[in-house]
Each structure stands twice: as structure tokens, then as C-alpha cells.
């Protein structure tokens, strides 16, 4: 099986799929060996983590796709969900980034429509782009995944701008497109998540973001939606916060931070230094040793 295909057999379990969001290899990582069945590249991560910048298209193409290079080839055999914005062009440009990220080895890729550039789906002012023009994109997206071997994941941003109804009838039309899954993003009520998920005939997907514009639902809650994949975001805010913390210890004079830290063991161990160290001397000679 490859990464796709893996990713295909979660979403016909008919199970909730819970996938944290990484924002560089190292955090993907953790993700994987905590257990978690995927990992889900943020584009909002890789921009505030690589470059200190907002979520609000001032990233390139290919520094999403290095970035997703880097965390696919850390984790071989483990389904990624690669957040490629609004494509990186018209629908010839979100071919060429479908095909660039297969390539990179994600299971899937997501595609979204708002006007590029876009800004972060929690954000107050987004533009979309005219129905017709969003279903050209994602019908250009499926045409090559079919080629390439990757899914699809079709994002609307129309609530905010829209209404809830010009959202569903977007997710219908990429539907009827070929995407393999759905996102409405930004739903404003768990009414609103329940009518969306209820309508859709592909997987759906829903953002749990803490102080987001859609409600924090619990485990069960989306279970009994019926909601295919809640996709969270543990890493980024956690190691921003914690990192704060420790520098302001360390700025106040206390050598031993007041927050969990890993031990230089314990990030060794997660970096493969053992690993390292084994191969390292099958390309030893006899006076290194």
C-alpha cells in the first residue's frame, strides 16, 4: 500500500479520524509515535514556523513543497495531508502543485478557494473566488491526482463571505468534481456542522481550532455528527507557549525551566542518534575505531 492507499482504508473504516497538524518534520514525528493514524501539514504552521509570517499567502510554493518533502521523507510509509493554499495559481498551477506534491510523497492534498492571497480560514476578511473558476481548480486537481496517485481534499472559505448555503453548494460541487474529501470550513454553529456533514455525499472534515470561529466540539460529539476527519492543533501553540516560558525562566535567572522539557536523551532518541551511530560504524576504518 502506499501513502494514499492507507489514508483510503481510514476513511472507509467509517471510525472519527483525529489528525494533529505539524508544521516541520520533527513535529510530524511526534505526531506518528504518539500514535495518531496521519499528520496534517498546516500551511498556517510552516508559515509562522519556517518564517515568522502570517498565514496570508506570503509563502511560496516551493517553500511548502521543501517543507513537505523534508517532513514526508522523515516519516516513509505514514499518510500526510499536505496543505498546498489555494494551489499556487490558476488551474494549470494547481496541476503542476497536485503532481509536485504526490511526488513529495503526501497521501493527499488540499485545495481551497479563496483569491489568492489568501489568509487563514479564522480570519475575519477572505475573498473566494467565483463558483465557476473554484470548480475548474479542484476539477483540474482531480484530473492529475487520478494520474499521479493522491487525494484530494476540497476546501471552501465561502461562510464568512457567502452565507452557509453558497458553502454547501460549493462542497456539492466539488463532490460532483471528484474531490475524495470535503471541507467547510469555518462552520459557525454545531448545527451548521451537523447540516454540512449530513449533506455531504464524500468524507468531511472539520477544524478544530481553540478560539476559532467554529465551535470546540468534544470526541464523542463529532462521533455522533459523523464527521470523517477533525483535524487539531497541539503542536505549534504548545511549543510556542512553552518555549516563551523557558526563555523568560532563563531570563529571570532560573537554570532549570519551570515547563516539561524533553531530556537531551529523549531528543536524541527521536532524532534516530542511535541509529546514526550503528551505521556510522559500518563505514569505519580500522584506525577510526
Known sequence: MNNSD???????SGNLIRIPTCHDALSARLIQLAGFPAAFMSGFGVAAARLALPDT???????MLGQLRDICDALPGYPVIGDADTGFGNAMGVRRTVAQYAKAGAACVMIEDQVSPKRCGHLDVREVLSRDEARMKIRAAVDVAREVGILVLARTDARSLLGFEAALQRCRDFEEEGADIVFLEAPQSEAE???????????????????????YLSRNELESIGVTIAVYHPTLFAAVK?????LEDLKNGDSVPSVPAASLSEVKDLVGMADYDHLDLKYRSKEQL
Open 6 to 12: 492507507r489514508l483510503c482504508a481510514l476513511l472507509q
Open 57 to 63: 499567502g506570503l509563502i511560496s510554493f516551493a517553500e
Open 193 to 215: 456542522i451537523r447540516e454540512y456533514v449530513q449533506r455531504s455525499r464524500k468524507p468531511s472534515m472539520v477544524n478544530m481550532l481553540v478560539g476559532g470561529k467554529t465551535p
Open 242 to 246: 512553552a518555549m516563551q516560558i523557558s
